[in-house]
T-cell receptor, first 116, second 111 residues
Framework: GAGVSQTPSNKVTEKGKYVELRCDPI?????LYWYRQSLGQGPEFLIY????????DSGLPNDRFFAVRPEGSVSTLKIQRTERGDSAVYLC??????????????FGPGTRLTVL | DAKTTQPPSMDCAEGRAANLPCNHS???????VYWYRQIHSQGPQYIIH???NNETNEMASLIITEDRKSSTLILPHATLRDTAVYYC????????????FGTGTKLQVIP
């Protein structure tokens, strides 16, 4: 079975532009997470979806960042008016979320975003 | 802030056991210890997790102290492909895990 996939693998954009990053989770996984990872740092939590709804978006740095998951599967992370400081690897993870059980996250390869 | 403390880097000779320590002195009774690793330019990969008993799978063993304030990940026979950053995290069981990664331990396996 396929793992978590993310597209594009690399994205170069100019300051001020709008970008969309896509995540395809493992089929059947109800939970989906977005993280951001800067060079030399561990992944930083951005947002968590349970099904279609954003259950926790407390990690989104500001209102330029937004994410959707309209059908409870594919998710898109949207960044408006990009800034150079947004340059990072954006990671997506999904998990099965069985109630009362431990819940392993499976990560995609990430999208490397470079804002010039 | 991450709830765990790990050494920033370690070396291990190829074929030898790699023992990676982690301190989690504020862990609560219903929190699990999880280990992930991240090979260069890839997403993190799950390795193993445990609550209070020692655990073993095909990748590694996890030893958790009786007071649960620390743990050790053991790679029994390290290979060059085990060179990676290893993250120790604590998180609640089931459902949503708001995982906080620290900076991990950079393990370098030396030929």
């Amino acid at each position: 079975g396929a793992g978590v996939s993310q597209t594009p693998s690399n994205k170069v954009t100019e300051k001020g532009k709008y970008v969309e990053l896509r995540c395809d989770p493992i089929s059947g996984h109800t939970a989906l997470y977005w993280y951001r990872q800067s060079l030399g740092q561990g992944p930083e939590f951005l947002i968590y979806f349970q099904g279609t709804g954003a259950a926790d978006d407390s990690g989104l740095p500001n209102d330029r960042f937004f994410a959707v998951r309209p059908e409870g599967s594919v998710s898109t992370l949207k960044i408006q008016r990009t800034e150079r400081g947004d340059s990072a690897v954006y990671l997506c993870a999904s998990s099965l979320t069985l109630a009362g059980d431990t819940d392993t996250q499976y990560f995609g390869p990430g999208t490397r975003l470079t804002v010039l | 802030d991450a709830k765990t403390t790990q050494p920033p880097s370690m070396d291990c000779a190829e074929g030898r056991a790699a023992n990676l320590p982690c301190n989690h002195s504020t862990i609560s009774g219903n929190e699990y210890v999880y280990w992930y690793r991240q090979i260069h330019s890839q997403g993190p990969q799950y390795i193993i997790h445990g609550l209070k008993n020692n655990e073993t799978n095909e990748m590694a063993s996890l030893i958790i102290t009786e007071d649960r304030k620390s743990s050790t990940l053991i790679l029994p026979h390290a290979t060059l492909r085990d060179t990676a950053v290893y993250y120790c995290i604590v998180t609640l069981s089931g459902g949503y895990q708001k995982v906080t990664f620290g900076t991990g331990t950079k393990l370098q396996v030396i030929p």
